[in-house]
């Protein structure tokens, strides 16, 4: 299995949103995408790690890369300092993406507390871009006080991770299960 994990932003150059203590998501979003790779390549699974101020660069890593899946990492932001929480987007519902997205939003709410927001639509350049399943997983509000301390807490961090490999794993364990019973069925 081959997934491309991508820190939003770039740390030095475009440090996305920026929380009332200073946190920058780039940061963040460098720090959990380490943490997703290593839980990820612990169960052998190839990973591509990629952080890049040019979105086409992003997106041209990872289809070279020849990635089955591809999760972008952000952290939200709003004017309205209460918004807090999870969501996870993909370009359309009904698909394969949506199916990834679900089971990561499910894993982070769950281990983390936060807010569900729900699975969303949205057309990033990165989701539509990129020739595979593909979420962009917007961890938790920075310009929100209690969520900011989740991202900036080292345990909390290691959690969201945590629970975005396993969000990935559960969607490939789905997949894997409806193959061999579809098999099994054939063989039948
Ligand atoms: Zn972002």
Do not use: W
Request: charged share 20%.
């Amino acid at each position: 299995m081959k997934v491309t994990i991508n820190g939003g932003h770039y740390p030095g150059r475009d440090s996305g949103a920026v929380g009332h203590t200073g946190l920058q998501e780039a940061s963040v979003t460098r720090d959990m995408m380490a943490r997703v790779a290593c839980y990820l390549r612990a169960i052998s699974y190839e990973v591509l790690e990629v952080q890049e101020n040019v979105l086409s660069h992003i997106t041209d890593a990872s289809n070279e890369f020849g990635a089955d899946l591809f999760v972008s990492i952000h952290c939200n932001a709003a004017n309205n300092a209460d918004a807090k929480g999870t969501e996870a987007f993909c370009v359309q519902t009904g698909g394969d993406s949506e199916k990834l997205a679900i089971c990561i939003q499910k894993q982070i709410v769950s281990s983390l507390g936060t807010v569900d927001r729900g699975v969303k639509t949205g057309n990033f350049y990165v989701l539509r871009l990129t020739d595979c399943p593909a979420v962009l997983v917007e961890t938790a509000f920075i310009s929100n006080k209690d969520d900011e301390k989740l991202l900036a807490d080292e345990n909390s961090l290691d959690q969201f991770a945590a629970a975005i490999a396993r969000g990935i794993t559960d969607y490939v364990n789905e997949l894997s299960t409806f193959f061999m019973e579809s098999e099994s069925i054939t063989l039948s």
